[in-house]
């Protein structure tokens, strides 16, 4: 949830999204982003060259605007103005009625499940995120002693899942995990999904790729991998990855490309996500005695805008084609081999058309 891509340029929901969120009884949604200033960015990302996500302050009203009845911080983004910004905005959060799941001020408090109860039946959820540096970066996960993230472990998650069940109707889990832009989770994942639904989860909804990906059903339960980007508009960058809202003047001097590469380059540039970058999936799951029911609906972000997309029978199909394909012993080729071919066409292709595609050939000339 970032705060748009300059100073005063907010995105737009449309009413018809507004009024579709209302009709659920409650919504939970995966906030991945710091809440801060430019100066309170976290000093690690900087030497490590990985991209800080940041939001204004005032910000956090639109997450009642949309409704949103608890978020989970279990993610990459949500220390990246400090873990200490972080606790601050857990107070902050709380204070206008949003539960918050996934971090903390220690291991203890981070684990704690949101509740919510509807007709004498209660639904406990609890927020995590995968210890991979590779695919997510620096994580800062809570100790005894010290605040911070939920880290995502078998041998806690199992156990608490099963504890949850007990005393809850229904236990859900929202996990952030995955490799960004790939159609397909890793097979790592998909194996402690199951586990999960095993201990009694009934379902999981996943976060991480910016890019959607299959939902399954294992047991009669569903699995989301990857709901990919919801109200998370292109942005600008400082020459050190850093994201920040320039003046409107400053801004139309920024180049635009659908590349960052963080680690290499050395100017300041206007981040635009390509078309599955700007579309999520909306999960939609009922939950009863007699059973879960799972759908899902997608968004998408265009032009300033936030709405319901027009495509969803496209996304559809795709999504089943690659359903198929989740937990095969190939699936991780498969993603390098779509991912590698889309940079080639990009690269080689598009570039010829669009100078948003000519991110290599501007880096070269520019660096120094």
Known sequence: MLSGDRAGKPIEIVPRLKNYLKKFDFRVATLETALGEYEDIDSVKNVRGEVAVWSKYGDLDKLKALNIDAVSLANNHSCDCGVESMLKMI?????????????????????????????????????CCKDDPYALGTLHFATATEGGLYRLDEKV??????????QYTFVAVVVHWGVEHMWLPENNDVAIAKKMIDAGADMIVGGHPHHIQPMVTYKKRPIYYSLGNFHFPDFCLDKVSNTYYPDEEEFMKLPSFSWMYAEKRNFPMHYFWKYYGRLGMISEVNLSKDGVTAGKSFSIYKNGCLSKSKCSLWHRITLRFFSALVGNKHSN????????????????????FSKKYTFFKHMNSHNY
């Not at 709380?94 to 903390?104: D, E, K, L, N, T």
């Not at 080729?333 to 590698?340: A, D």
Request: a positive charge; one cysteine or more; glycine letters at 10%.
């Open 91 to 127: 107070e902050r959060l709380h204070y206008g009625g949003v539960q918050c799941i996934g971090a903390g001020k220690n291991n203890i408090e981070a684990m704690q499940p949101a509740v919510f109860e509807k007709d004498g039946e209660t639904i406990a959820i609890v927020g």
């Open 157 to 166: 998650i199992v156990p608490q899942i099963m504890e949850l069940k007990r």
């Open 333 to 352: 080729k498969i993603n390098h081999g779509i991912w590698k071919l889309r940079s080639v066409f990009e690269n080689r292709v598009l570039s010829l």
